[in-house]
């Protein structure tokens, strides 16, 4: 379940108009006083009541509101925060105390969408605040209210209820944002270049992986899917291989912006490793057990191009790639010498008819077969880019055994199988 957007204009303080020091009986007065204006839902206003009087429930009122500052200047930025611009508003906030400003930046933040400034603002004020501080602001003012101090883990869990509550707020903003991919990568990057990432930014990170977790798991299911169709169905390999490399490009086209929080600390993210693995194994199983050597190079491919900010994965997949390569070119090359082979094997199965045809017609491609199918079969050789120096061992030692002897007729093969590559 995401936490809740964060709004300045729902905290019980701001609804019954209450400040840090006002008595449960004053307290009593605001509800009656709100009551009579019937600008505010009886519900809503006996939720801000109980937010109030009870200590567990008024701690996160107190620390969602703006602590540390006077009702004064509370009043005064509350009322201009609404027409200031997010530009003006930064400005305005910039020298108060660290969460009433983060509290001011994530109000913009569940209003409207927010650039990266907006986001980095607010991570700075989670990033220098100062608990001790604050703890010492809530105490004194529950002294003068009447309400018991909180003690020190209470006072922290409710503190990072609030953070992970600006974190998906601020997360929010950014994917209204026209580009919000682009938004997402300019934040993180820009934020995990030191290898100790804030602590603000990995909660951002954790909501943004959980608000894309249904796309991501469809995806590991279809990527499934394809990988079985093409393991079950030899006829399905292409468009499984092809479906693959589409949920892919897919998979990091959402979880790329954050790979670089996990990059800068030495990590590959979990599930992306995981996929990673389940597709190389169905590019071995390809390579390996179906000789579909192109098929498995695509994923291959694949698997290099989107998952390339991780040097763990892309190591394997290179090395993949280059085994890869050498096979397809070895059965390129066995495809390509393998009419000269067999035209070979038919001269030399027909010694006494080659013989005769040479000295009667000559080495050419109109004579007769043998003769002739061994030539076309070496001219196409030469013609697919076989190696040359093949072509002429062939004919040269066919010629030179027609002509002078019949011993040593097998010496051609192994001649060009020493010549040939592969």
Request: charged share 25%; net charge negative.
């Amino acid at each position: 379940m995401q936490p809740e957007v964060f709004a300045l204009s729902s905290n019980a303080f701001c609804v019954l108009r209450a400040s840090y020091t006002s008595t449960a009986s004053e307290i009593a007065e605001l509800m009656d006083e709100a009551q009579f204006e019937g600008t505010v839902s009886e519900s809503d206003l006996h939720k801000a009541q109980q937010a109030l009087v009870i200590p567990r429930l008024r701690l996160a009122a107190e620390l969602g509101w703006l602590p540390e500052l006077s009702q004064a200047q509370i009043e005064k930025i509350f009322d201009r925060r609404l027409t200031l611009s997010s530009g003006a508003l930064l400005s305005s906030v910039e020298m108060l105390p660290e969460l009433a400003r983060a509290n001011l930046i994530a109000d913009l933040c569940g209003r409207q969408a927010t650039d990266v400034d907006a986001v980095n603002a607010l991570m700075a004020s989670w990033d220098t605040l100062d608990n001790s501080s604050l703890f010492d602001f809530i105490g004194s003012g529950r002294k003068v209210s009447g309400f018991p101090s909180p003690d020190w883990k209470s006072f922290l869990i409710a503190l990072q209820h609030l953070k992970e509550r600006h974190a998906a707020t601020a997360t929010a903003s950014l994917l209204r944002s026209p580009t919000p991919q682009d938004a997402v990568r300019r934040l993180v990057d820009g934020n995990s270049s030191d290898g100790d990432p804030s602590s603000f930014l990995s909660l951002i990170v954790k909501e943004y992986e959980n608000r894309n977790e249904a796309t991501l798991s469809r995806i590991t299911d279809e990527i499934g899917e394809a990988v079985e169709a093409g393991n079950s169905q030899p006829k399905q390999i292409q468009s499984s291989v092809a479906k693959i490399h589409k949920l892919l490009l897919e998979w990091m086209d959402l979880l790329g912006p954050v790979s670089p929080s996990y990059v800068s600390r030495g990590l590959t993210e979990p599930r992306s490793k995981a996929l990673f693995q389940k597709c190389r194994a169905f590019s071995l199983h390809l390579a390996n057990d179906e000789a579909r050597y192109e098929d498995a190079r695509k994923i291959a491919l694949a698997l290099l191009t989107c998952f390339i900010p991780y040097q763990e994965l892309t190591k394997v997949a290179e090395k993949d790639l280059n085994d890869l390569d050498d096979l397809i070119k070895e059965q390129r090359d066995l495809e390509l010498f393998q009419p000269l082979y067999s035209a070979c094997d038919e001269a030399k199965s027909h010694y006494f008819e080659f013989s005769k045809t040479l000295k009667a017609q000559g080495l050419n491609a109109g004579s007769s077969a043998p003769v002739g199918a061994l030539v076309r079969a070496t001219n196409s050789f030469i013609a697919g880019n076989g190696n040359p120096n093949v072509g002429v061992n062939v004919l040269r030692e066919r010629r030179m055994q027609a002509r002078f002897s019949r011993t040593g007729k097998f010496q051609i093969l192994k001649r060009i199988q020493k010549t040939c590559p592969g």
